[in-house]
């Protein structure tokens, strides 16, 4: 990545921009995608969420952090942190921009008091950048269809998740 890029608030951004991104990042019928089931209607975490400026003091990728839990058979909601997407444009990929803007919102996690983390993402590379991990998901669902093998977390004590359950929002 270029020694001029920068991380910034992502509630610093125009949300419009943010829009355009991530359709130029996934595509116009994103919104479709089981993701946008799991956090609907909910804000993005402004303490968790950033954007990434190029050299040129251009948009070029964010990162988005949303309030959800996981709900288990008996009906109690166990409160996590969704994290992504995770959005660079194409034509700045592969530069470091998604590694920096994950490292800025893993960071901004407390570690006194840390909510597990889930996404769905690649387990390799989150994985081993950031100890993302399948092992506990197996028993979880989502609202919609998805790929088991991608449904991932990060928890300091995996004691504390369910084994079974339902991730959607985080009502409060």
């Not at 608030?9 to 799991?38: S, W």
């Not at 303490?47 to 309030?67: H, K, R, V, Y």
């Not at 269809?145 to 995996?158: G, I, Q, S």
Request: aromatic share 8%; glycine share 8%; proline share 10%.
């Amino acid at each position: 990545m270029s020694d001029h890029a920068t991380i910034i608030p992502l509630d610093n951004v125009d949300p419009a921009l943010i829009e355009e991104l991530l359709d130029r990042a996934f595509e116009p019928e994103r919104h479709k995608r089981t993701a946008y089931k799991v956090r609907e209607g909910q804000d993005w975490l402004p303490a968790l969420s950033f954007a990434a400026l190029d050299a040129n003091e251009m948009l070029a990728g964010t990162i988005q952090c949303w309030p959800v839990a996981l709900t288990d058979p008996e009906g109690r909601a166990h409160p996590m942190i969704m994290v992504g997407p995770v959005a660079v444009l194409p034509d700045k990929q592969n530069m470091g921009f998604g590694r920096a803007l994950m490292a800025a919102s893993m960071a901004g996690i407390d570690s006194r008091a840390p909510l597990p983390q889930v996404m769905v993402g690649d387990p390799e590379y989150y994985g081993r950048f950031w100890g993302f991990t399948n092992e506990w998901t197996g028993g979880w669902d989502l609202p919609g269809p998805f790929d088991r093998r991608r449904l991932l977390v990060r928890c300091e004590n995996p004691a504390v998740l369910p084994e079974r359950g339902t991730l959607g929002p985080w009502a409060r």
